[in-house]
């Protein structure tokens, strides 16, 4: 839960100019994370988060520069610990994940931005992946695949 909480607010500060910790959580609590102040400030410090000037110039939150190593490994995370399974048909890849966890995963491989990716639609416990050729659906699920700790063999089931 913690996870998928982390990466809606990293896209709700992404999308938005997000200036209190108040406000950040009633936007995830209109999304469905019942979240207070206090686990909103916990949630900042953990996934250290800044305030910069806005196009306003009142200050708002966003990604620490230089961190993008840091954020790829939390996006990795995500993944992780959402995936279930997988399998291709064509140049779509269909994900399976843990009930309530295909839109944080989504948005996780979305923004590892894989060449072979094109986009993600999630729904409740399933991602619909488009990839650019009929070859680059069992590598995407091998990448996944070793991301989540799966051997090769899961893969190679998954991909057929």
Known sequence: MKNARHEQILQLIQREEIETQEELAEKLNKVGFAVTQATVSRDIRQLELRK??????????????????DLSQKYKRVLADAFVSADCAGNILVLRTVSGMAMAAAAALDSLAW?????C???????????????????VARKIHQISGRGREDAEKSSH
């Open 115 to 119: 060449r072979e990716v094109i986009g």
């Open 52 to 69: 910069v000037p806005g196009r306003n110039g009142r200050m708002h939150y966003t990604i620490a520069a230089g961190e993008s190593t």
């Open 121 to 139: 639609i999630a729904g409740d416990d399933t991602i619909m992946v488009v990839v650019r050729t009929p070859e680059d659906g069992p590598e």
